[in-house]
């Protein structure tokens, strides 16, 4: 009796491992076919079929505005006098600059400094008949150097000239710079940023055409930035005080180039 009594309790554990078992094999079955739809999915979600193109815009342009820059510097023992005279010389330039239609927002002061200068002293001791000896020196005060720098923004663009020679005879230092630009750069930049993205799509489209596909969504952009301004005209520094006409200054013109690529996704 007992013998039969074990060998039911032995029967019943094995069929109990049995179903485990299968339980186990089916669970990893319908796991491993799960996760393949899922790996399948993601796949076909990250192939994208897709078209790049480049665009280009230009915009012509002249210049609306000239800049000039100029430093006024005086020297003296005094601190106070040396300012004084920076003071007087630029009063002078802005009453100038007004004659020839230049307002007081367009003249900015970019650079105020104040310098001690000193003079190396040497210390000597005798020697008898031989040279004296050097034995060091000292640094002694020779005055202070008072330096106001200056940037003019010339909107009448055919008083640029006027301007010019009125400054060299009103003891300015290191007039240099004189540069044409636009005032509304930024606008310009963006006007020609929006032709050559008007350019790509244009492209893409006739493109798309050809190929039989039809443009879905954007998913890529990129342009060449930068936009360097251009400069027309430069002046090379003039020295103060220099007799001269009223220079003629041509302003020309330039052209803002833009370069865009937009990646096209097709269907």
Not at 237 to 247: Q, T
Not at 253 to 266: G, H, K, L, Q
Request: proline share 3%.
């Amino acid at each position: 009796m007992e013998n039969n009594t074990n060998n039911g309790m032995h029967w019943c554990s094995g069929r109990r491992a049995w179903r485990i078992l299968w339980v186990v094999i089916i669970a990893v079955i319908v796991g491993s076919a799960v996760a393949s739809g899922f790996g399948w999915r993601g796949h076909k979600n990250d192939q994208q079929d897709t078209i790049v193109i480049s665009g280009t815009g230009k915009v012509v342009v002249k210049p609306d505005m000239a800049t000039v820059s100029f430093s006024v510097m005086q020297e003296n023992m005094d601190v106070s006098k040396a300012s004084d005279a920076v003071n007087t010389k630029i009063a002078a330039i802005t009453k100038a600059l007004a004659a020839d239609g230049v307002a007081d927002a367009d003249i900015t002061t970019t650079d105020y400094s104040v310098y001690p200068r000193y003079n190396y002293v040497n210390t000597t001791v005798p020697n008898g008949s031989m040279m004296p000896i050097p034995v060091g020196g000292t640094q002694v005060l020779a005055g202070y150097d008072v330096t106001q720098s200056i940037e003019v923004k010339i909107r009448d663009l055919s008083k640029a000239g006027n301007v010019v020679t009125d400054l060299t005879g009103l003891g300015v230092t290191n007039m240099s710079g004189l540069n044409f630009t636009e005032d509304k750069y930024d606008d310009l930049v963006k006007q020609a940023r929006d032709q050559a993205i008007a350019d790509a799509r244009s492209q893409a489209d006739s493109l798309a055409k050809s190929l039989g596909v039809r443009l879905d969504k954007i998913v890529g952009y990129s342009d060449n930035g930068g936009y360097p301004r251009p400069m027309y005209a430069a002046m090379d520094g003039v020295a103060a005080g220099a007799p001269m006409k009223s220079a003629v200054l041509p302003a020309g013109e330039d052209t803002i180039t833009a370069n865009v690529s937009v990646t096209y996704e097709i269907q």
